[in-house]
């Protein structure tokens, strides 16, 4: 991908967040590729469900004119038989909108086996879907295979029919008599259109939404998607909770699926790295913050190879949690320092100074809080979402200003014009350092 794509793709952006703004980039129709609408990131694995059909229901956040489905097998021990695997749009609970229900082949083939510790793509499934919509992917194993690779805070409810031959071709969802909170097998949808490309929101469980809503897709990379529509740019969602930066815990380290979770997904111009706090807070403690940057720069290196931009997210408070200790707390700002001021990130949303209690910063503001001192209420999520959106609108409008050439060195805003120079204006929590 060539940074040149990324910059056009930022300048459609801009006319859609940035009021008052032209482009002759937008008015260019855009041709039709394949683009990540929905992602999650596999992050451990559950005991199989042999002969059950699973319908997992998925949210879209940009629509086109056939999918393709990606499914997992990678923390298998033995090769995955799937038996059928289907995909619809969703009219509600486990039932299938009329003539929307089709098969997904494999190299033609109705049925496929991973092997273990690899994912697969679907052939095109020409199923024309709109932006926002639900998808029912509906898969069955005929077998016990071993552990079945999953995604366990899905904070959505999917369906299982327990017998399952012959269900995944069901319309309706009769059969789907059970109830699970986890995404099986399946990690992507990508969509064939005119998006502009994708963002990945790469993190933990304060990406994964825990502290939103379950069945409301309110988790702040879906409250993303709605904000940045109009530029018909899909985001994924790539939050592991329990994740880490440095070490491995729940799911592989950020380094370790940095590729398969992030970079290797349709369509991606820009991504959002949210991670590094279950490395202060979890154990063995992570106190070094060299480590912390020499992880960041890796990140944004790898990023950068490919062509895509990098925003650093900075890391949010957590007082009155468990595991919150004043040693901590200055890890905490010691790393966040580095995020704002280090050079390392193409941009920076300050998450900690949008989310923060003014007269506590240590704390999340209340308002934001589900109760558990860590994680975000939705309204907190809507805010966090808002923060990465300001910060995306400001590297549109320099991508647009400066052309194909400009370098920008801590030109910052936090309002409808960026300026250039040294000054920091915080705002509403968008610091951009480019």
Do not use: C
């Not at 990678?74 to 039932?95: E, I, Q």
């Not at 366990?152 to 319309?171: E, H, N």
């Not at 399946?186 to 502009?196: K, Q, S, Y």
């Not at 790469?202 to 998607?225: E, I, M, Q, V, Y």
């Amino acid at each position: 991908m060539e940074m040149a794509e990324v910059r056009r793709a930022l300048a459609v952006l801009l006319l859609a967040l940035v009021p008052g703004t032209t482009t002759q980039t937008v008015a260019e129709p855009a041709p039709l590729a394949w683009t990540g609408s929905w992602e999650t990131a596999p992050s451990g694995t559950a005991s199989a469900l042999p002969g059950a059909a699973v319908r997992n229901v998925v949210h879209l956040s940009v629509g086109g004119t056939a999918v393709r489905i990606r499914l997992s097998n990678r923390f298998g021990t033995a090769p995955l038989r799937l038996g059928a695997v289907t995909v619809a749009r969703r009219a509600s609970g486990p039932n299938a909108v009329t003539g929307s229900l089709h098969t997904a082949t494999f190299r033609g083939a109705a049925s496929v086996t991973i092997p273990a510790g690899q994912d697969t793509v679907s052939d095109p499934v020409p199923l024309s879907v709109p932006a926002a919509a639900d998808l029912l992917v509906t898969v069955y194993t005929p077998g016990d295979d071993g552990p079945a690779t999953f995604h366990q805070t899905a904070l959505q409810t999917s369906y299982v029919a327990p017998a399952g031959a012959g269900r995944a071709a069901d319309v309706g969802g009769g059969a789907y008599t059970g109830t699970i909170s986890r995404w099986y097998y399946v990690t992507g949808v990508d969509v064939l259109g005119d998006a502009t490309g994708s963002i990945v929101a790469f993190g933990d469980s304060l990406t994964d939404g825990n502290g939103s809503t379950p069945d409301t897709n309110h988790r702040w990379p879906d409250r993303l998607a709605e904000q940045v529509r109009a530029a018909r740019l899909g985001v994924l969602n790539a939050g592991i909770s329990g994740n880490r930066l440095l070490h491995d815990g729940a799911g592989p380290n950020a380094l370790a699926r940095l590729d398969a979770d992030a970079l290797d997904r349709a369509g991606v111009r820009v991504l959002v790295v949210l991670e590094g706090i279950n490395d202060i807070k979890g154990t063995p403690t992570a106190a070094d913050v060299t480590a912390y940057a020499d992880a960041y720069r890796t990140l944004v290196a790898r990023a950068h190879a490919r062509g895509i931009r990098v925003i650093g997210v900075t890391l949010t408070p957590y007082q009155g949690f468990s595991a919150y200790t004043d040693a901590r707390e200055t890890v905490r700002q010691q790393v966040n320092a580095f995020i704002r001021t280090g050079g390392a990130f193409d941009a920076v949303a300050d998450a900690d100074a949008a989310l923060r209690d003014p007269t506590d910063p240590a704390r999340i503001l209340p308002a934001y809080d589900p109760g558990d001192h860590l994680h975000f209420n939705d309204t907190g999520m809507a805010k966090l979402a808002d923060a990465v959106r300001r910060t995306l609108a400001v590297m549109a409008r320099l991508a647009a200003t400066e052309g194909e050439g400009a370098t920008w060195i801590r030109g910052v805003s936090a309002g409808e014009g960026a300026t250039r120079g040294e000054g920091v204006t915080a705002g509403e929590g968008v610091l951009v350092d480019w």
